[in-house]
């Protein structure tokens, strides 16, 4: 598929007018056809609640829901469907593990997060730590935005009972060595789970092989709608965690006297589900998992390598990640001399360009960098070198305006 080819296959681009350069893909991808097709073929045509009625209409979206679990398994590289539960994003899928692992843990017993972490990935561990009196420790980063993975010695101990980090950071790019996190959590008997938003778009994996017992993923950042997502569970964890939210569809049998469960996936499933979203989540995935992987990673270093060179030249900006292609995928983030982030997002606004400023929900990490907001531009299959360009031409104009 040729890169027009691809855009086209991205509703948004024939829908906005130009200039249209999107480069916030970080924050929520675009709808792919795919996706926005099964989410209205379910919403206009096939509507029903799932796992309940007996009658057809009901069935067929029963049995779509479960076609787009196995669609997200496949995706992921988890062999057996039943390890996915569908949820609500990425935020549920850490609560939920938060609330089932933490619940476990005796005072004093530690979680490992790291400095790279979305606050998706902070505030639901502390939260749920603050309930049983556990210790909350972090991995640092390297001046380059990376775990420094050197100093895990420092924070994992024998009271480590989780670690919980992420595959990518949504602010740097930089990408964790997952196997060498599992490898360290294992010599001390810690689970691991591994918050999946920022990797999933960059094309299918093999979960399993990276050895971790959870990974956690949002549907919008997958190319399809928002309100689903999906969270893998190794079995023998699953089958040992308590529910989350209590409701239909999660029970084996209620009474006054007591209520037992179902088994994973449908103990997380409490109530009805996002299902258009879910099934639009599947599709995306089953259409993702077509593509030429290979030569799309390419595709995004060579345009990564094309904005961090433009930005290298443009005296008053410094990126905070990692400034070569290796390790790291193309989510940039940048700060410019005496330029509040959100002046330069409103400004290339003007011009087309859709780029975050803030802290991106990741304040311990610019903490540590010493800044208190950055500029984002993230990249995804869609982008081309006119976007970069774009920006960079942009970029210039507005520095010259604003400094
Ligand atoms: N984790 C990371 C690394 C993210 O970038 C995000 C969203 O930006 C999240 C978690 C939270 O995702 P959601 O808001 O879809 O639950």
Redesign the pocket.
């Known amino acids: 598929m040729s890169p027009s080819e691809l855009r086209a296959e991205f509703p948004i681009f024939a829908a906005r007018p130009r200039p249209f350069h999107y480069l916030d893909s970080?924050?929520t991808g675009q709808i792919c056809r795919a996706a926005a097709q099964a989410l209205l073929g379910f919403e206009a045509a096939a509507r029903a609640n799932v796992k309940r009625g007996v009658y057809r209409l009901a069935d067929e979206a029963t049995q779509a829901f479960d076609r787009a679990r196995a669609e997200i398994a496949a995706y992921l590289g988890v062999r057996d469907a039943r390890e996915v539960i569908l949820t609500s994003?990425?935020?549920?899928g850490?609560n939920l593990l938060a609330h089932g692992l933490v619940g476990r843990l005796a005072p004093g017993d530690e979680i490992l997060l790291s400095t790279l972490?979305?606050h998706?990935?902070i505030v639901p561990w502390q939260l749920a730590a603050g309930r049983v009196g556990a210790v909350i420790r972090a991995i640092p980063v390297t001046a380059e935005g990376r775990l420094d993975l050197d100093r895990l010695d420092e924070v994992l101990s024998r009271r480590t009972r989780i670690v919980s980090v992420?595959h990518?950071?949504?602010v740097t790019g930089a990408v964790s060595d997952i196997g060498r996190i599992v490898e360290a959590a294992r010599a001390v008997g810690a689970r691991v789970v591994v918050?999946g938003?920022?990797r999933v778009p960059h094309g299918p994996l093999d979960v399993e092989a990276l050895g971790c017992d959870a990974y956690a993923l949002?549907g919008?950042?997958l190319f399809a709608a928002t309100g689903a997502?999906a969270l893998w569970i190794r079995r023998d964890l699953a089958e040992e965690l308590p529910p989350f939210l209590g409701g239909g569809e999660m029970i084996r049998r209620v009474s006054f006297a007591g209520t037992s469960f179902a088994a994973p996936p449908h103990r997380f499933e409490a109530g009805t589900p996002p299902i258009g979203p879910a099934i639009a989540l599947g599709a995306a995935a089953a259409w993702l998992a077509g593509l030429d992987w290979q030569a799309l990673a390419e595709a995004e270093a060579a345009l990564t390598a094309r904005l961090l060179a433009g930005l290298a030249a443009i005296p008053a900006v410094r990126v905070v990640g990692p400034t070569g292609t290796q390790g790291r995928l193309g989510v940039v983030s940048f700060a410019v001399d005496d330029v509040h982030p959100h002046d330069l997002c409103q400004l290339l606004d003007s011009r087309g360009l859709c780029l975050r400023g803030g802290h991106?929900?990741a304040q311990p990490l610019h903490d540590a960098l010493g800044l208190e907001a950055t500029t984002r531009a993230s990249l995804a299959l869609y982008n081309d070198a006119s976007d970069i360009d774009a920006l960079l031409e942009g970029l210039e104009w507005a520095i010259r305006r604003l400094a």
């Open positions: 970080a924050a994003g990425t935020t549920f850490l972490e979305h998706s990935n992420t990518v950071s949504n918050d938003a920022q949002s919008h950042k997502g991106h929900c």
